[in-house]
């Protein structure tokens, strides 16, 4: 369990830099979305209802490098649509090899085939593959039949090629514990990726589902459960223990969504991947002219429900960074 050592000990000097400075916001993980085009049709994803002409779009490599400079998060997941549709997507990824960010390329597997052999194992760089449970409950998720095949034998292939591969799952109100445990169980333990991701599920209004979305109470039920027996530090999940004491429902946090911003081809979205309510043209510009305090549970209904990775996980990290005994537990797992 725990995030990669050489990445713990960046963010961690990280976070001191920005204790240092007096800096009050500040990016930890950078959501760089190049494109909103896909090749899969996800039930609880909106980002292809974007028009037409958006979905042509591509965005820049320098807009893209001088995103991820103007924030200077030390880590950046690549995101969209399907960033492996991009043209320029391995130039994207080298180039923030070379300034040493540690890159998450979040893809759903079916297009690693065409475009492995552009890219080279570092330990900057990770495959994030989206899985959604076993195969029948994966398939179902993405809305085609055959994906968990190809994307199990897509990491298979990087894997062998010397890969870092992590995975990241989505939980629905159809899911139980016991699904939760399976799926785990056999990214751990059988198909042995690197590292875990996993969330619930947030009631993203775009997305063509809108009846499986998890409430707070369900959410914590449900890793609760998946949970007990100590059963989570069996795993390599790629989350601080606070995070995952978060869902379980152990502890609560106030959602930091500019910790985890989101950039893509209109710019800096308020407040942030999961919600629109506009766009900044900067990352100061975002986190000093949004009303960060009209958002979060008990202010904006629409966070009602909301346990998101992308608000909850930074506040996680600092709330770690700020104990030392949550800093040695984390170090420990």
Excluded at 67 to 84: F, R, T, Y
Excluded at 176 to 205: G, R, T
Aim: proline share 5%; net charge neutral.
């Amino acid at each position: 369990m725990g995030v990669p050592l050489r990445q713990a000990v960046k963010v961690g000097s990280y976070l001191m830099k920005q204790k240092i400075k007096g800096n009050k916001r500040f990016a930890l993980d950078l959501e760089l979305e190049p494109l909103f085009a896909c090749n899969l049709a996800c039930e609880g994803c909106g980002k292809i209802q974007q028009p037409a002409d958006q979905l042509k779009r591509r965005m820049s490599v320098e807009d893209a490098l001088g995103a991820v400079e103007e924030c200077g998060a030390p880590i950046v997941s690549i995101a969209g649509g399907e960033p492996l549709m991009h043209p320029q997507i391995e130039e994207i990824v080298s180039e923030l090899i070379k300034r040493k960010k540690f890159v998450y390329l979040c893809t759903n597997a079916l297009l690693m085939p065409r475009k492995i052999d552009k890219f080279r194992p570092s330990p900057y760089f990770a495959w994030a593959v989206h899985i959604d449970g076993l195969e029948e409950r994966h398939d179902e998720s993405v809305a085609k039949k055959g994906v968990f095949a190809q994307a199990v034998d897509n990491i298979k292939d990087a894997q062998a090629r010397g890969f870092r591969v992590t995975t990241n799952s989505t939980f629905f109100s159809t899911d139980s514990p016991q699904s939760v445990i399976e799926v785990l169980d056999y990214l751990n333990n059988d198909l042995k990726v690197d590292q875990m991701m996993l969330s619930p599920a947030y009631a993203y209004e775009k997305a063509p589902d809108q009846d499986h979305f998890l409430g707070v109470e369900e959410t914590r039920e449900l890793f609760r459960k998946a949970f007990a027996d100590g059963r989570r530090k069996k795993w390599r999940l790629n989350h601080t223990p606070l995070f995952l004491d978060f869902l379980e429902g152990k502890v609560d946090f106030p959602c930091t969504a500019w910790g985890i911003p989101s950039y893509s081809l209109y710019g800096w979205q308020r407040p942030c991947y999961l919600m629109d309510d506009g766009y900044a043209a900067s990352y100061r510009e975002l986190c000093e002219d949004t009303d960060w305090e009209a958002y979060g549970r008990g202010r904006d209904p629409r966070c009602s429900n909301c346990m998101a990775h992308c608000g909850y996980e930074p506040t996680a990290v600092m709330a770690t960074m700020g104990s030392l005994r949550e800093s040695m537990r984390a170090m420990r797992s």
